[in-house]
Structures are given as structure tokens and as C-alpha cells.
């Protein structure tokens, strides 16, 4: 089985970056897409990004592009989300998840397996 473990997540002011970070256990991490989520409690699970298992095709939701990026490092067996400029509306529990296939994917219906969170909260 995959095992996903977030970690990054805290509290910061409006206009600070954080860089969460998520490791993968298991040998068949490159053939795994990576995806970023985020939720709030009472709202649907929300894409942030997501990365092909090559790591050469990164998706981003429309309202992040050019504040979060999405990295992956196959050695290490993990993936980055680095988030800039970051408002209170970036509120929530970040979730890493992976996908059986190429990808990127955008849709959560793709993917099997998700880590237990990692909160981020934005201060003004």
C-alpha cells in the first residue's frame, strides 16, 4: 500500500509563504500522478495542483497560477507544494493524494490514495 504524510502546514500572516511537503512510502512512487487538495469545513474539497509522474506536467487551479508551485523529487519520494503571497482565503486542511496514472489530474474522483492533512491557516 501507498502511505502519505503532509507536513508544512501552519499559521501565518497574509502576504507569507509556506512550502508543505509530502512523503510517499512505497517503491512505485514514480508511477504515481500527485495532486494537491484543500478543504474547509462545509465546502466541497477544492484542486490546488497537480503534477504528471514524470514530473514534467504540472496543472494548477486557475486562481493560483503564479502563487503556488507544485515540485516532485522522485529520490526522495516526496512532492513540494510552495505557496506565495498567501491570503486569508488559502484557509484550510492541504491534503496530498496520488493517482494511478500518468496524469495530471484535476478531478479527486482520480485519486486512490490521500494523506491525513496538514492545517493552513492565514492570518490578516
Known amino acids: 500500500q501507498v502511505q502519505l504524510v503532509e507536513s508544512g502546514g501552519g499559521l501565518v500572516q497574509a502576504g507569507a509563504s509556506l512550502r508543505l511537503s509530502c512523503s510517499v512510502s512505497g517503491r512505485n512512487f514514480g508511477r504515481f500522478a500527485m495532486g494537491w487538495f484543500r478543504q474547509v469545513p462545509g465546502k466541497e474539497r477544492e484542486f490546488v495542483a497537480s503534477?504528471?509522474?514524470?514530473?514534467?506536467?504540472?496543472e494548477y487551479a486557475d486562481s493560483l497560477k503564479g502563487r503556488f508551485t507544485i515540485s516532485r523529487a522522485d529520490a526522495k519520494n516526496a512532492i513540494s507544494l510552495q505557496m506565495n503571497s498567501l491570503k486569508p482565503e488559502d484557509t484550510g486542511v492541504y491534503y496530498c493524494?496520488?493517482?494511478?496514472?500518468?496524469?495530471?489530474?484535476?478531478?479527486?474522483?482520480?485519486?486512490?490514495?490521500w494523506g491525513q492533512g496538514t492545517q493552513v491557516t492565514v492570518s490578516s
Open positions: 503534477i504528471s509522474w514524470s514530473g514534467d506536467k504540472p
Open positions: 493524494s496520488a493517482a494511478v496514472g500518468r496524469g495530471p489530474y484535476s478531478s479527486d474522483y482520480d485519486y486512490a490514495y
